[in-house]
C-alpha cells in the first residue's frame, strides 16, 4: 500500500472509532435512564448529572465574572484554581471591609455612649453628693448631715460657681457628642448610602389601601346596630339569659345575640384596634442611627401584635395581679360589696378584675387571643363599661405611642368615633355568656 493509501484507511479508521465512541455513549445513557427509571440504579445517569454540573459551571462563570474564552485545555489545574481565587476574592472581598468598617463603627459608638453615660454621671454627681458632708471643727469628726456648731458650709457663692463649671461641662459634652454623630451620619451615608431619616420611612412599607380604616369603621357600625336591635328584641320579650340559668342552658353558644357580639361585634372592634398596631422592637438608641440600616435587627418587618396583647400589658402595666389578690380585695369579694376601701370600684379597678377573670379561666386551656378578646367583651357589656374600658387603653400613652404606626386609626383619631358607636351599647342590659370557649374543657375536666 502506498502511503496516501494507508494516510486514508488511518483516517477512516477514525472516523469509524469516533462514530463507535459516540454509539457506545448513547447506548451507556440510553441503558442508565432506563435502569433509572426501572428502579434498579439509584444514581442519575451520567449524561443528566454532567448537564446539571453544567448548568451550575455556566451560573458561576456568570456570577464571577470569569474570562474563559480561552482554551481550557492550554490552562493547567493550578491555572485554573488561581483565576477562580482571585473573581471569589473580587466579591468576597468588598464585603469583607464593610463588616470591618461597620465592626469599628460600633466599637466607635460603644465608646461614645460610655462617654455620654460619664458625662451624665459627672453632671449628676454634684445634685446627689451636695445632701450635706460637713466637717464639724468642733469635734473635730466628719460625717453627713447637719452640724449643729462649728460646721463649715461652702459659701453660696461657691456652690454657684460649681452648678454654673457642671453646666458648661455638660453643654460642652453634649455639643461633641452632636459633632461626632454628625461625622458617624455623614460617614456612613458617604460610604453606605444610608441615613437616620430613612429609617422610619421606609422601615415598614404598607399600601395606602392597608391605610383606609373606614371600611373597619362602617362594619363596626353594622355590628353595634345588630347587636343593639337583637338586644331590644331580646328585652321587649324578656329573653336574656339569666345568670342562674346559664348552667342548665345547652345551647347558649347558638344564641343569636351571644353570636352577633362575639363573631361580629367582637371581631369589628378587634380588626379596628389592630389597625396599624404592631409589636415594638428594643429602642435604638441615638448613636445607632447612623448605621441603623446596615443592622438586620433594624431592616426587618414588624412582628403583628393582636388587641388582647393590649389589655394584657396593660393588666401587667397597673399590677393587676397584686391588686386583685390584695387581702382588701378577696375580703370584699366575700361579702360580695361593691366597694374597696370606702369608695366605689373604678372602670379601672374591674377592668383589671375582668382581664384577670379570663387570664385564669382561659389561660390554662390554651385558649387563643380571640377566644380571650371575646370573653373579655361579654364582661364588658355585662357590665356596661365597654366604653370606659376601651376608652382606658386608648388614653393609656405608655401602651399606644410605642405600639400604633403614625397612620393608624388610634393615632389619628384617638378612637373618639369608634367610642361613640360603642356607647350607644351603654344604656342596654345584657347578660351574656363568658366562658363559651372553655365551658365544655371545665366540664370534662370536672367530670375527671
Known amino acids: 500500500m502506498s502511503e496516501q493509501e494507508k494516510r486514508e484507511h488511518l483516517e477512516t479508521q477514525r472516523e469509524k472509532q469516533k462514530e ?12 442508565e435512564t432506563f435502569a433509572y427509571q426501572e428502579g434498579s440504579y439509584d444514581s442519575l445517569p451520567q449524561s443528566v448529572v454532567l448537564e446539571r454540573q453544567r448548568v451550575i459551571i455556566d451560573e458561576l462563570i456568570k456570577k464571577l465574572d470569569m474570562n474563559l474564552n480561552e482554551d481550557l485545555s492550554s490552562l493547567s489545574t493550578e491555572e485554573l ?8 476574592a473580587q466579591i468576597v472581598n468588598p464585603a469583607r471591609v464593610k463588616e470591618q468598617l461597620v465592626e469599628q463603627l460600633k466599637t466607635q459608638i460603644r465608646d461614645l455612649e460610655m462617654f455620654i453615660s460619664f458625662i451624665q454621671d459627672e453632671v449628676g454627681s454634684p445634685l446627689q453628693t451636695g445632701s450635706g458632708h460637713c466637717e464639724c471643727k468642733a469635734s473635730g469628726k466628719t460625717g453627713n448631715g447637719s452640724c449643729r456648731t462649728g460646721s463649715s458650709r461652702p459659701p453660696p457663692g461657691n456652690s454657684r460657681t460649681k452648678a454654673e463649671d457642671m453646666k458648661r461641662v455638660r453643654e460642652t459634652g453634649l455639643h ?3 459633632r461626632v454623630l454628625a461625622v458617624l451620619q455623614i460617614f456612613a451615608v458617604s460610604q453606605f448610602g444610608c441615613a437616620t431619616g430613612q429609617i422610619p420611612q421606609t422601615l415598614w412599607q404598607r399600601d395606602q389601601a392597608d391605610r383606609d380604616y373606614s371600611p373597619l369603621l362602617k362594619r363596626l357600625e353594622v355590628s353595634v346596630d345588630r347587636v343593639k336591635q337583637l338586644a331590644l328584641r331580646h ?6 339569659i339569666s345568670s342562674t340559668g346559664l348552667q342548665d342552658l345547652s345551647l347558649g353558644g347558638k344564641d343569636e345575640l351571644t353570636a352577633a357580639v362575639r363573631k361580629e361585634l367582637t371581631v369589628a372592634v378587634r380588626d379596628l384596634l389592630a389597625h396599624g398596631l404592631y409589636a415594638s422592637s428594643p429602642g435604638m438608641s441615638l448613636v445607632m442611627a447612623p448605621i441603623a440600616c446596615l443592622l438586620p435587627a433594624f431592616s426587618s418587618a414588624p412582628e403583628a401584635m393582636h388587641p388582647w396583647e393590649l389589655f394584657v400589658k396593660y393588666y401587667h402595666a397597673k399590677n393587676g395581679r397584686a391588686y386583685v389578690e390584695s387581702p382588701a380585695r378577696k375580703l370584699s369579694q366575700s361579702f360580695a360589696l361593691p366597694v374597696m376601701g370606702g369608695t366605689v370600684v373604678t372602670p379601672k379597678q374591674s377592668l383589671l378584675t375582668a382581664i384577670h377573670v379570663v387570664l385564669t379561666e382561659h389561660d390554662p386551656f390554651k385558649r387563643s387571643a380571640d ?8 364582661m364588658a357589656l355585662n357590665e356596661q363599661r365597654l366604653v370606659s374600658w376601651v376608652n382606658l387603653i386608648c388614653k393609656s400613652g405608655s401602651l399606644i405611642e410605642p405600639h400604633y404606626q403614625p397612620w393608624s386609626y388610634m393615632a389619628h383619631t384617638g378612637f373618639e368615633s369608634a367610642l361613640n358607636l360603642l356607647s350607644r351599647l351603654s344604656s342596654l342590659k345584657f347578660s351574656l355568656p363568658v366562658d363559651l370557649a372553655v365551658r365544655q374543657l371545665k366540664n370534662i375536666k370536672d367530670a375527671f
Do not use: G, N, P, W
Request: glycine share 0%; proline share 0%.
Open 20 to 31: 463507535l465512541i459516540l454509539q457506545l455513549k448513547t447506548q451507556l445513557d440510553d441503558l
Open 81 to 88: 484554581r488561581q483565576r477562580v481565587d482571585v473573581a471569589v
Open 176 to 178: 461633641l457628642m452632636r
Open 235 to 240: 328585652q321587649a320579650h324578656d329573653h336574656f
Open 371 to 378: 377566644s380571650e378578646l371575646k370573653a373579655l367583651v361579654c
